[in-house]
């Protein structure tokens, strides 16, 4: 989807209150979370579980997810490649104003493809941004099929549904990398919250 610019006679303000600001009264640094993998792969279950994990230490956080995103703020787009971009993109420009306001954010999106998480990735400021992919083999997402997807997938009856009837591209070069087929949700988040601490996001003591 081409990105088409329709304001016109506006201007940036700059806030009083900058991001380190919040940082600072908040403890940790800002940062997104942007978990991608397969429907099933326990994206968001991986998501709410690092976030409680934080918000146990006393972060500020807040989980953007894929299906609560498409009830309101993108409740007009499909899932089309054009629509998956246009998705992706304005949920990068969500997720930036969160890490803005201090928070730590953490989405949870398959986001298929490499090039529209580049684009979410380019939109964050420098340093902020941890994609974590959440590698679990198909077979093993089709045996859970937690919303009854893949049943519907394969019988024809939702189109362009990922891993299926549409590609999903593989991360490349993740910050991090969890196995959801092989590891528990505590062992990934556990692995994850340490990333964080070596990445100097948050302390672990």
């Given at each position: 989807m081409t990105e088409k610019i329709k304001a016109t006679n506006i201007t940036w303000?700059?806030?009083d209150v900058q991001q380190e600001d919040r940082e600072?009264?908040?403890g940790h640094k800002a940062v997104t979370l942007w978990f991608t993998g397969l429907s099933g792969s326990g994206k968001s279950t991986l998501a709410h579980?690092?976030?409680n994990a934080l918000f146990d230490r006393q972060c500020r956080t807040y989980v953007l997810d894929g299906d609560n995103v498409r009830h309101g703020l993108n409740k007009d787009l499909g899932f089309s490649p054009e629509d998956?971009?246009?998705n992706i993109r304005r949920i990068g420009e969500v997720a930036k104003l969160f890490t803005q306001a201090g928070v730590i954010n953490l989405t949870a999106f398959i986001s298929p493809y490499r090039a529209d998480r580049e684009q979410a990735r380019n939109i964050a400021e420098e340093g902020t941004f941890f994609e974590i992919y959440v590698k679990c083999a198909l077979d093993v997402c089709e045996e859970r099929d937690p919303k009854g997807l893949y049943k519907k997938a394969r019988a024809g009856d939702i189109?362009?549904?990922t891993g299926i009837s549409a590609p999903y591209e593989e991360p490349v070069n993740p910050e991090i990398v969890v196995d959801t087929g092989e590891?528990?949700?505590e062992e990934c988040t556990a692995e994850i919250l340490n990333a964080l601490a070596d990445g100097g996001v948050i302390e672990l003591g």
């Open positions: 303000h700059d806030a600072r009264l908040n579980a690092v976030e998956r971009e246009e189109p362009e549904f590891q528990s949700v």
